[in-house]
């Protein structure tokens, strides 16, 4: 069992950049790549990000290409989720999850964190 711990959400401006990380309880980057999600009020769970269990391989979603990165420090079983000129449209609870190969696919994932919220004003 891994737990997820999700955090650096918080209430920023439009045009504005967060971090998110996502802690894990025990070692990754043997096994799993880990992903980020989000979803807003009434909307379906989004892809936003994963990465691959060395680092090694990252993808996207086309949405936050060239604003977003993903990033991961095994010495501290962290991943990070660099997110920079925000918008209002992306308020959401952001997830990580880990599990499996690299995917897109929500369902890949057998671990999930609580979420940390995401605010972003315009």
């Known amino acids: 069992q891994v737990h997820l711990v999700e955090s650096g959400g918080g209430l920023v401006q439009a045009g504005d950049s967060l971090t998110l990380s996502c802690a894990a309880s025990?070692?990754?980057?043997?096994?799993?790549?880990v992903g980020w999600f989000r979803q807003a009020p009434g909307k379906e769970r989004e892809f936003v990000g994963a990465?691959?269990?060395?680092?090694?391989?990252?993808i996207v979603a086309d949405s936050v290409r060239g604003r977003f990165t993903i990033s991961r420090d095994n010495a501290k079983n962290t991943v990070y989720l660099q997110m920079n000129s925000l918008k209002p449209e992306e308020t959401a609870v952001y997830y990580c999850?880990?599990?499996?190969?690299?995917?897109?696919?929500?369902?890949?994932?057998?671990?999930w964190g609580q979420g940390t919220q995401v605010t972003v004003s315009s």
């Open positions: 999850a880990a599990g499996g190969p690299l995917s897109a696919r929500w369902e890949t994932y057998i671990y």
């Open positions: 990465i691959t269990r060395t680092g090694g391989s990252r």
């Open positions: 025990e070692r990754t980057d043997t096994t799993y790549a």
